[in-house]
């Protein structure tokens, strides 16, 4: 069973950073690619960052040069550094995972940066 959890989600002061995690279990973690999806209120979820099982990683126009996204794969674990946090990265942050047959979400974590 295929298991996604996020943390690290916070209230920050724009500007600042915050790492988010998410913790995988039931896939072969170190073969598979991993994405951070966002949701701001009233908004459609999109896509931030993704990493590929080889460690290359693509992202978002609006984040690039502030996230980062980097994997451990002995912790089966993926993260996201976020930098220079704006009042519009206000959203739900997701973990995901697609296989060819289904596809799974954590839970979600929060992040709120203020003005």
């Known amino acids: 069973q295929v298991h996604l959890v996020e943390s690290g989600g916070a209230l920050v002061q724009a500007g600042g950073s915050l790492r988010l995690s998410c913790a995988a279990s039931?896939?072969?973690?170190?073969?598979?690619?991993i994405d951070w999806y966002r949701q701001a209120p009233g908004k459609v979820r999109e896509l931030v960052a993704r990493i590929l099982s080889g460690g290359s990683s693509t992202y978002a126009d609006s984040v690039k040069g502030r996230f980062t996204i980097s994997r451990d794969n002995a912790k089966n674990t993926v993260y996201l550094q976020m930098n220079s946090l704006k009042p519009e990265d206000t959203a739900v942050y997701y973990c995901?995972?697609?296989?060819?047959?289904?596809?799974?979400w954590g839970q979600g974590t929060q992040v709120t940066v203020s003005s």
């Open positions: 039931g896939i072969i973690f170190s073969a598979s690619a």
């Open positions: 995901h995972y697609g296989s060819r047959y289904a596809t799974y």
